[in-house]
C-alpha cells in the first residue's frame, strides 16, 4: 500500500513513522529545503508515561518536491498533514491532477478547510482526519531540534469521518500500525477545536500561564461556547452545553493535564501556540464570521480576538507546506 504524507512536520512525521510500521510503503511531498533531511529518514520518539520512550522511523521510498512528480505512482491515500494556512496557492491544484482517486486524508480542524478542499477534489474522496497527538519538535524551543517527539494520551484515538469504503481501508493500515481509530461525523474534528482554540487565545494572553488563565475564563468559555454553537449549527451537530458547563470541564482540564502529561505542557502550549499563532486568529475571525451568517452571537469571539496580541512572525526554516 503506497501512502504520500503531504508535509514533514510533527504530525507529518509522526504519522508517517506510525504508518510505515503496518502494511504501508510511505513517500513524502516536501518543500525543497526540506528534502534533504526526508530523505535521509525520519525518527520520532513517543513519550509514555510510568514507560520507556519509544522510538520509530520510516526511510522513505520517495520524496518529492514538485505535486505534479507524484503522478508516478498509484496512490492508496494522500494525507495532508499541514495546518489550514498552508492550503493555498496552485500547488493543491496541481497536487489534485496528480493523484486521480486516491482518498485524500485531511485534518479536521477548521471548517473553511472543507470548501477549499472540495474544490480539488469530489466529497467522496475526502476523508476528515482528528488525532489526540500531541507533537512537537524537541528539545521545546530549541533553534536546531533533535527529533520530533509526541505524546498521546491514554485512550487517545484517531477519530475518521468520510464514505466507509474509504474510512475502512484506512483504520486497517493504522489498526496494523498499533494506532487506535475510531469513526465519527465530520465537523467533530472542528467542533474539538472550536472548544480548544480559544482557551489556547486565552492562554497566549495571559502569556501562556495556566495559573494566569484560571483567574478568569469567562471570555474564553463565552468565546468557545459561541463557536461551537456556530460550528454546530453549520454542521448539523449536537448544540454544545451552556458557557459555565465548558468553563468548569476547562478549568478541570487545565488542572488535571499538567499533571499526567510527562512533559512541561506550559511550554508545549508556548511553544506550538506560537507556531501556530496564524491559524488560531484566522479561526476565530472564521468562526466570528459563520456565527454572523447565521445571525448567532459573536461579541466574546470579537473582543477575544482583539484582546490577543499581533502574531509573532513564523521563522522560515520552521514552515512546513
Do not use: C
Not at 466529497?123 to 489526540?132: R, Y
Not at 486568529?281 to 464570521?289: D, G, I, K, N, P
Amino acid at each position: 500500500m503506497d501512502i504520500l504524507i503531504v508535509g514533514a512536520g510533527a504530525l507529518g512525521q509522526v504519522y508517517g513513522a506510525e504508518l510505515a510500521r503496518g502494511a504501508a510503503t510511505i513517500s513524502y511531498l516536501v518543500k525543497p529545503r526540506q528534502e534533504r533531511e526526508v530523505r535521509g529518514g525520519v525518527s520520532v520518539t513517543r513519550l509514555r508515561r510510568m514507560r520507556s520512550p519509544a522510538t520509530a522511523s520510516v526511510k522513505p521510498a520517495r520524496v518529492y518536491t514538485d505535486p505534479a512528480a507524484v503522478a508516478d505512482t498509484d496512490w492508496h491515500s494522500v494525507w495532508l498533514m499541514v495546518d489550514s494556512t498552508a492550503l493555498t496557492g496552485p500547488w493543491l491544484r496541481s497536487l489534485g491532477g496528480s493523484v486521480g482517486d486516491s482518498t485524500i486524508v485531511a485534518l479536521d480542524q477548521n471548517l473553511a478547510d472543507r470548501p477549499v478542499l472540495a474544490a480539488v477534489w469530489p466529497e467522496s474522496q475526502l476523508v476528515a482526519l482528528s488525532v489526540a497527538d500531541l507533537a512537537w519538535s524537541a528539545p521545546l524551543g530549541t533553534e536546531r531540534p533533535e527529533r520530533i517527539t509526541y505524546y498521546r494520551p491514554p485512550g487517545g484515538a484517531a477519530m475518521l469521518a468520510g464514505r466507509p469504503d474509504r474510512v475502512a481501508p484506512l483504520r486497517a493500515v493504522l489498526r496494523d500500525s498499533g494506532v487506535r481509530t475510531r469513526t465519527g461525523r465530520h465537523g467533530t474534528g472542528a467542533a474539538y477545536a472550536a472548544l480548544t482554540v480559544p482557551f489556547m487565545a486565552a492562554l497566549e494572553i495571559a502569556n501562556w500561564s495556566f495559573n494566569a488563565l484560571r483567574a478568569d475564563t469567562t471570555l474564553a468559555s463565552q468565546a468557545a461556547f459561541e463557536a461551537l454553537t456556530a460550528v454546530a449549527a453549520e454542521r448539523g451537530l449536537s448544540a454544545p452545553p451552556d458557557p459555565r458547563a465548558l468553563d468548569r470541564r476547562m478549568r478541570v482540564m487545565m488542572r488535571v493535564l499538567p499533571m499526567l502529561t510527562p512533559f512541561d505542557l506550559e511550554e508545549f502550549m508556548r511553544v506550538h501556540g506560537t507556531k501556530i499563532g496564524s491559524q488560531t486568529r484566522s479561526m476565530l475571525s472564521a468562526w466570528a464570521e459563520l456565527g454572523e451568517r447565521r445571525m448567532l452571537p459573536v461579541s466574546h469571539l470579537r473582543a477575544l480576538a482583539e484582546a490577543m496580541p499581533p502574531a509573532p512572525p513564523k521563522p522560515a526554516h520552521r514552515q512546513n507546506r
